[in-house]
């Protein structure tokens, strides 16, 4: 009696930890323009709780992650993206925030793709 309960255990367990899907792929669209843009988006989602990766791409602006589901949630990188600076579809930085950017990082002002000049210094 006591093998079949133990085995009962284990199958229970063992189902349970399957049907937990913890880690989930996730992207979202973030503005910013360049390499230091690149570098304090990464930044700000990977100093989110249950972060494990990201990824920002400069020309399609967007932000792959790797997130655990069970200590994260979309919205709360998104308020660690916004404050910072960058701005998302679901949430604008405030303007402290996005006056903390580097001047040539400036997305809102035009649209015009300056990341070379991040280059050259």
Same mark, same amino acid.
């Given at each position: ?8 255990? &284990? ?29 304090? &988006? ?23 992650? &790797? ?55």
């Amino acid at each position: 009696m006591k093998k079949v309960i133990t085995m009962v255990a &284990i199958v229970f367990f063992a189902a349970a930890s399957f049907a937990q899907e913890k880690n989930k792929k996730m992207t979202m669209e973030v503005d910013g323009k360049c390499e230091m843009c690149k570098m304090r &988006i990464e930044t700000a989602a990977l100093k989110v709780k249950g972060v494990k990766y990201a990824l920002w791409d400069i020309p399609s602006r967007q932000l792959s992650l &790797i997130v655990d589901e069970r200590k994260t949630d979309p919205m709360k990188i998104k308020t660690a993206l916004v404050s910072v600076g960058h701005d998302t579809k679901e949430l604008k930085a405030t303007e402290e925030a996005y006056a903390s950017v580097h001047p040539c990082c400036k997305y809102r002002e035009n649209n015009t793709d300056d990341s070379d000049e991040h280059k050259k210094k």
